[in-house]
C-alpha cells in the first residue's frame, strides 16, 4: 500500500456543477481507507451506503477482512472528502491443481455522482486491482461492470438468487391500508399443506454454541470434494469461518439447523419493514437430505413471520430442484480477473459450491436497527 499515498489524477471537470466551470480540474488522491477518519467514512457512507452507513464505519475493519488478509480497501479523497471508495472482502480458493490461493472480492464501489464520468471509478479499479493478484465479483450493476470490462475482467453468470416472498402484500403500496394476516398469507396456507416431507430438523441459536457449530462445519469443509478439472472452489477453513461467523457483528441473528449430518446456516433480520431469512450454508449431506433441509427452512420460516426466505447458488441443477418452493428465480452477474492467464480462465468457469456466505451479497442490505 506505500504506492497509494503517492497516486495522484488530474481530470478536466467537462459538465460543470455548483460554482466548478469547465475549466475546473479535479484533483484527487487514491490513498488507503485505513488513512483516513471515522467522521470522514461516515460522511461518505451516508451518502451512497445510507442504510448501512453506522454499520460500516463501526465495522469496516472486520467487514473488508483487514486483519485476516493485511490488504486494505482504498478511497479516492479531495482535502478530507472522500469522492470514491472500493471495498473489498479476502476470500481462499482452491485451484483445480488443489493449490490454495488467495482472492480478493470486490463490493461496496462507488464514485459520489458530481464526480463520476471522470475516470476516478476506472482509476480506483485499476489501483484495486494492484493489491492482489486475483479477483472477484458477484452482481455488479451495469456501472460497474463497465468499468470492470474496460480494465479486462470477464463475466458469465454463474450464481442463480432463489427467493420466496411468504407475504408478498408487504412489498405493495396498498400494503398499510389493509391488514392481512400472516397465518392467512395464500402462500403461507398453500405451503403448509403443500410440504409434506421436510426434515424433523434441530434448531439452535449458533452463539449458545458457536465454537462446537462451527468446528462440525470445519470438519465438513475438510473432507474431499471432487473438483472439476476446469473450475475453481471456494475454500472455507476454520479460521475463515471464525471471522466470517463467530466475530460477525450480527451473531446473535445466526440459527445452526442440523439434520442427518446436514448443516444450515440462517440469518434471520429485519430491513426495511420486511423480515427476511437468508440461507447463508448449507452442505454435508445427499442430495435428498439436502432438499428435505430447505423444506424444514422453508416451514420454519413459516411459523417465525418470516416475509421472504432467500438464497443463491451456482449448483446448477439446485434451482430447477428448488422451483417449487423458491419460485422466484433470476441469474446474477459474476466477473473476474488474474494476472495469472490460467487463473484467469479457470475463474471464468465461476467459483464451484458458491453459496451466500462467500460474498457480500447478505452483507449488502440495510438492517432495521
Same mark, same amino acid.
Given at each position: 500500500?506505500?504506492?497509494?499515498?503517492?497516486?495522484?489524477?488530474?481530470?478536466?471537470?467537462?459538465? $460543470?456543477?455548483? !460554482?466548478?466551470?469547465?475549466?475546473?480540474?479535479?484533483?484527487?488522491?487514491?490513498?488507503?481507507?485505513?488513512?483516513?477518519?471515522?467522521?470522514?467514512?461516515?460522511?461518505?457512507?451516508?451518502?451512497?451506503?445510507?442504510?448501512?452507513?453506522?454499520?460500516?464505519?463501526?465495522?469496516?475493519?472486520?467487514?473488508?477482512?483487514?486483519?485476516?488478509?493485511?490488504?486494505?480497501?482504498?478511497? !479516492?479523497?479531495? *482535502?478530507?472528502?472522500?469522492?470514491? #471508495?472500493?471495498?473489498?472482502?479476502?476470500?481462499?480458493?482452491?485451484?483445480?491443481?488443489?493449490? %490454495?490461493?488467495?482472492?480478493?472480492?470486490?463490493?461496496?464501489?462507488?464514485?459520489?455522482?458530481?464526480?463520476?464520468?471522470? *475516470?476516478?471509478?476506472?482509476?480506483?479499479?485499476?489501483?484495486?486491482? =494492484?493489491?492482489?493478484? $486475483? @479477483?472477484?465479483?458477484?452482481?455488479?450493476?451495469?456501472?460497474?461492470?463497465?468499468?470492470?470490462?474496460?480494465?479486462?475482467?470477464?463475466?458469465?453468470?454463474?450464481?442463480?438468487?432463489?427467493?420466496?416472498?411468504?407475504?408478498?402484500?408487504?412489498?405493495?403500496?396498498?400494503?398499510?391500508?389493509?391488514?392481512?394476516?400472516?397465518?392467512?398469507?395464500?402462500? $403461507?396456507?398453500? /405451503?403448509?399443506?403443500?410440504?409434506?416431507? !421436510?426434515?424433523?430438523?434441530?434448531?439452535?441459536?449458533?452463539?449458545?454454541?458457536? *465454537?462446537?457449530?462451527? $468446528?462440525?462445519?470445519?470438519?465438513?469443509?475438510?473432507?474431499?470434494?471432487?473438483?472439476?478439472?476446469?473450475?475453481?472452489?471456494?475454500?472455507?477453513? =476454520?479460521?475463515?469461518?471464525?471471522?466470517? %461467523? %463467530?466475530?460477525?457483528?450480527?451473531?446473535?441473528?445466526?440459527?445452526?439447523? =442440523?439434520?442427518?449430518?446436514?448443516?444450515?446456516?440462517?440469518?434471520?433480520?429485519?430491513?426495511?419493514?420486511?423480515?427476511?431469512? #437468508?440461507?447463508?450454508?448449507?452442505?454435508?449431506? =445427499?442430495?435428498?437430505?439436502? /432438499?428435505?433441509?430447505?423444506?424444514?427452512?422453508? /416451514?420454519?420460516?413459516?411459523?417465525?413471520?418470516?416475509?421472504?426466505?432467500? /438464497?443463491?447458488?451456482?449448483?446448477?441443477?439446485?434451482?430447477?430442484?428448488?422451483?417449487?418452493?423458491?419460485?422466484? @428465480?433470476? !441469474?446474477?452477474?459474476?466477473?473476474?480477473?488474474?494476472?495469472?492467464?490460467?487463473?484467469?480462465?479457470?475463474?471464468?468457469?465461476?467459483?464451484?459450491?458458491?453459496?451466500?456466505?462467500?460474498?457480500?451479497?447478505?452483507?449488502?442490505?440495510?438492517?432495521?436497527?
Amino acid at each position: 500500500m506505500k504506492c497509494l499515498s503517492n497516486t495522484k489524477k488530474k481530470w478536466p471537470m467537462k459538465n $460543470s456543477t455548483t !460554482a466548478m466551470t469547465s475549466t475546473t480540474a479535479i484533483d484527487y488522491k487514491i490513498v488507503s481507507l485505513s488513512s483516513v477518519n471515522d467522521n470522514q467514512r461516515y460522511t461518505f457512507y451516508k451518502k451512497v451506503f445510507p442504510g448501512r452507513a453506522s454499520f460500516i464505519t463501526k465495522h469496516w475493519k472486520w467487514l473488508y477482512g483487514v486483519e485476516r488478509s493485511g490488504i486494505t480497501p482504498i478511497v !479516492a479523497i479531495i *482535502g478530507d472528502q472522500i469522492i470514491g #471508495h472500493a471495498g473489498l472482502m479476502p476470500v481462499d480458493l482452491l485451484s483445480p491443481q488443489g493449490d %490454495l490461493f488467495q482472492a480478493i472480492w470486490f463490493t461496496d464501489f462507488a464514485v459520489l455522482p458530481e464526480y463520476q464520468k471522470h *475516470g476516478i471509478g476506472k482509476n480506483l479499479t485499476l489501483k484495486w486491482m =494492484e493489491l492482489c493478484s $486475483s @479477483q472477484v465479483t458477484l452482481t455488479c450493476n451495469d456501472l460497474s461492470l463497465r468499468i470492470f470490462k474496460k480494465v479486462g475482467w470477464d463475466e458469465t453468470c454463474s450464481a442463480i438468487r432463489c427467493a420466496l416472498p411468504i407475504h408478498p402484500l408487504r412489498w405493495s403500496s396498498l400494503a398499510k391500508y389493509f391488514f392481512w394476516p400472516k397465518s392467512l398469507s395464500p402462500i $403461507s396456507l398453500w /405451503l403448509h399443506l403443500f410440504i409434506r416431507d !421436510a426434515a424433523p430438523v434441530n434448531v439452535h441459536l449458533l452463539k449458545d454454541d458457536a *465454537g462446537k457449530f462451527i $468446528s462440525l462445519i470445519a470438519d465438513l469443509e475438510k473432507s474431499p470434494k471432487k473438483n472439476s478439472e476446469a473450475n475453481v472452489r471456494i475454500s472455507r477453513n =476454520e479460521n475463515w469461518l471464525e471471522w466470517r %461467523l %463467530l466475530k460477525y457483528p450480527f451473531l446473535e441473528d445466526l440459527y445452526f439447523f =442440523e439434520y442427518n449430518g446436514c448443516f444450515s446456516i440462517v440469518e434471520k433480520f429485519y430491513s426495511h419493514g420486511i423480515c427476511r431469512a #437468508h440461507i447463508l450454508y448449507l452442505g454435508g449431506c =445427499e442430495r435428498v437430505s439436502e /432438499l428435505k433441509l430447505y423444506k424444514s427452512i422453508i /416451514l420454519w420460516s413459516l411459523k417465525n413471520n418470516i416475509d421472504l426466505v432467500w /438464497l443463491h447458488t451456482n449448483d446448477p441443477d439446485l434451482p430447477k430442484e428448488l422451483k417449487s418452493i423458491l419460485p422466484a @428465480q433470476k !441469474a446474477m452477474r459474476f466477473a473476474s480477473w488474474s494476472k495469472d492467464t490460467c487463473r484467469r480462465e479457470e475463474l471464468m468457469g465461476g467459483l464451484i459450491g458458491l453459496q451466500a456466505i462467500d460474498g457480500d451479497h447478505s452483507l449488502t442490505h440495510d438492517r432495521d436497527i
